[in-house]
């Protein structure tokens, strides 16, 4: 396959989600993605975070999450040596992406104004927790500490429940995405330009961006969204789960044809003229009547014959647990599941990248363990194995080959 970024490098000094899962993408697309590990430190500190390991003294299967098609280079940004191999590097790349706290970039080089004169051109994309120009710029921060200040525990979960966070780590995710999508965006333009420039984001902005249209209800119209019960929609009915004889259903009626056409399934047309339900505004403020009418009717069948019985007239879905939705025979047919073999897991598994290129997969390959590729890379720098070895026994540099 002809990968749209081949031919792109990119220097990434990251560790854990939001950085790595962003970066992934850009190696999944072809641009190879070299991993700056500091050797003292283990590295990436998301290789020794269980509970499951690739073999012993290897990398976790967390790791190999967010890590994919990635390439490693054991070194010490800290030491003059270090800094040097990393101006060489950066006079050879596109792109330099970190997710340090906001404070950390600048101290280690990791900038625009540090690297310019190494590379006019070099784009320096930063994921921070609150970012690099303001007060909370030396604090650390994570996923769930944006979803409990941004509004979403408040808008997750039951009314009469606790505050709740969503069960996957979302922000960082889509904060990956977006910075991915900042650095991508700069590199086009310092072709055009040739000027790089800084780029960044950070995880408190993009999760208050996230906010969208219950953000923009509030500020116009001092509107505060909360919980729904049975995860309905703030405004649109029936838009919400329902009981089965044997578990949940998620119906979605968006328009009003949807809802027209599950009353012509279950039978229940009277509904379309009564009072209560006549339009999208009179479900939703009956929402609990409309539930109280609707649950004894999906519970005379299980949850799979509804779907199927809804089949493509109704938006519905059956609420799956992670071994139910990854056990969906679906996943065979479009090829979301994908055997990457690990030299210690031969049968490892993964989930595909969700892209397709001309209707085919981005293929995947398993991440480099820690320093693999530091030998390969400093050779193409120009240095030779007098001075490889030297800054190796310096400990400047960490191959994989070297005793821990």
Not at 9 to 38: H, N
Not at 84 to 112: C, M
Not at 322 to 333: K, S, W
Not at 338 to 359: S, T, V, W, Y
Request: hydrophobic content about 35%; glycine content about 10%.
């Amino acid at each position: 396959m002809s990968l749209p970024l081949k031919g792109v490098r990119i220097i990434t000094v990251e560790s854990f989600g939001a950085g790595p899962y962003g970066s992934m993408f850009l190696a999944d697309l072809g641009a190879e993605v070299i991993k700056l590990e500091d050797p003292s430190s283990g590295g990436d500190a998301s290789r020794s975070m269980g509970p499951h390991f690739l073999g012993e003294n290897s990398d976790s299967q967390y790791f190999q999450t967010f890590n994919r098609n990635k390439k490693s280079l054991g070194i010490n940004l800290k030491d003059p040596a270090g800094q040097e191999i990393l101006h060489k590097l950066v006079a050879r790349s596109d792109a330099v992406l970190n997710n340090l706290r906001g404070d950390l970039p600048e101290k280690l080089g990791l900038d625009y104004e540090s690297l310019k004169q190494a590379n006019a051109q070099i784009v320096c994309a930063h994921i921070s927790a609150y970012g690099r120009d303001n007060s909370r710029k030396e604090r650390p921060g994570y996923d769930y500490l944006m979803q409990a200040e941004t509004g979403f525990m408040s808008v997750t979960g039951e009314p009469d429940g606790p505050p709740t966070r969503m069960g996957l780590s979302i922000v960082d995710f889509i904060t990956g995405l977006t910075g991915a999508t900042g650095l991508l965006a700069a590199v086009l333009g310092a072709k055009e330009s040739g000027r790089g420039c800084d780029v960044d984001t950070c995880l408190f902005d993009v999760a208050l961006h996230q906010l969208t249209y219950p953000g923009i209800w509030y500020l116009n119209e001092g509107t505060k969204t909360g919980r729904m019960p049975r995860s309905a929609h703030p405004s649109v009915a029936p838009v919400q789960l329902f009981k089965t004889s044997d578990g949940w259903i998620m119906i979605m009626c968006m328009k009003e044809k949807f809802w027209i056409s599950l009353l012509e399934i279950m039978n229940l047309r009277d509904l379309a003229i009564d009072p209560r339900f006549e339009s999208s505004d009179k479900r939703h403020e009956n929402m609990k009547e409309l539930t109280a009418v609707l649950d004894p009717e999906f519970s005379r069948s299980t949850t799979t014959q509804w779907v199927e019985k809804l089949g493509s007239d109704i938006p519905a879905a059956p609420v799956y647990d992670i071994a139910e939705a990854l056990d969906n025979p679906f996943l065979q047919e479009n090829g979301m599941l994908e055997n990457i073999p690990h030299p210690n897991r031969p049968d490892f598994r993964m989930q595909a990248n969700p892209l397709k290129i001309n209707g085919k997969r981005l293929p995947g390959k398993i991440s480099s363990t820690l320093g693999e590729d530091t030998i390969s890379i400093l050779e193409t720098l120009g240095f030779n194995t007098e001075q490889i070895q030297t800054l190796q026994g310096d400990g400047v540099v960490k191959a994989a080959s070297d005793e821990a």
